[in-house]
């Protein structure tokens, strides 16, 4: 069952939920946070992988159209060329965000130095550019976009990790500054009804963990929270730790995503005769395996029964999972060939590494 919806800082900051015995649920408190519109639900969209694409090629051209009339394209070019970029990532540029040719050249210059101060170099802020030119474009504010660099400094965080927001999650500043408040100032307040004393570094933590969080909705996130506490049944101090540890890499998925997975991987196993204990404590151990999708996961552990390897060893060893199924086949059979045997030595050696796999099977040759 799902939480109870957030209530008012007034309200008290911890309740239960009903269904589980001797199970201290938080009811979270904002403080006057506004939630971010939702994200889609239906897969665990990677900023990197997708940001920036959301202007097809009919689209394109009939922004072009709009607005080549009036524009700054051959200085852009020009600019584009100068800080090292060819012809073909320039066009790539600007026909996945026509707009940019809008921008003026004291905009683009100022909003370039800008990034530069935190990704250091010309090279990677064009590399940035390249896989997110919506991020770079799609606002004149300036103002915004200092709000967003000075407020995301004063974090604490790193300076590694900052260059990894601007490099890896530059929506994170674009969006309106207040939207990073209202993130950071939610994690917060999750840690404080989770019974934490120190939200701020909480926060820190978690951010540093999963550089994607500041681009997402504080109600996606507020779902999920909600979800992984009723689907694990941990109390408060054990979540709190999960969250900023081993579950801090999921926590922004869609909140559809996670829960068609988790049903998956019940249905799975309990019908391989696991327990829910059983398989509650394997997600706790490794929540990645929520990454996979249903006929993902079903065909990697059909693989591994068909080669004799028990449903119990996968629930205790699930990081075999991450493995994919080619790399599981090839390494069972290479195996099998030297008389290697899984009951007796278990399955760890199937998430090796190449090279570190390799030197396993020629001490199993000597």
Partial sequence: ????????????????????RKLQIPTFELRNILWRPLLTQLTPVREAKTEGENVGASKASKYQASVRKDTHEDW???????????????????SRYP??????????????????????????????LERSPESFFRSSNLENLQDNVSFVSSLGLSSKIVTQL????????????ALNRDMVEFLQNVCTCLGGDNPEEFARKII????????????RIKVNVEMFQTMLKIPNAEMLDWIQGNGSGILDL???????????????????????????????????ILYLSPVTLNTKVDLLMKYGIKVDQILEMPRVLDVSSASIQSKIKELMQHGYDFQVSGIGVLTLSSNRFKLKVEKLMN
């Fill in 166 to 177: 601007m490099a890896r999650a530059p929506r994170t500043f674009s969006n309106r500054a």
């Fill in 99 to 128: 707009r940019a040719v809008t921008r003026t050249s004291e905009n683009v210059q100022a909003r370039w130095e800008i990034w530069k101060s935190v990704l250091q170099t010309d090279l990677q802020v064009l590399q940035t």
């Fill in 1 to 20: 069952m799902a939480l109870k919806m957030l209530i008012s800082t007034s309200s008290n900051c911890v309740s239960h939920l009903r269904g589980y």
């Fill in 76 to 94: 852009l070019r020009d600019f584009l060329l100068q800080k090292g970029a060819n012809t073909k990532t320039i066009d790539s540029i600007i």
């Fill in 208 to 219: 540093s963990k999963n550089v994607y969080l500041l681009t997402r909705s504080t109600k």
């Fill in 254 to 288: 869609g909140n559809a995503y996670i829960k068609k997975n988790f049903d998956n991987i019940q249905k799975k196993f309990q019908c391989l005769g696991c327990s829910e204990d059983e398989i509650t404590k394997s997600i706790f151990t490794f929540p990645r």
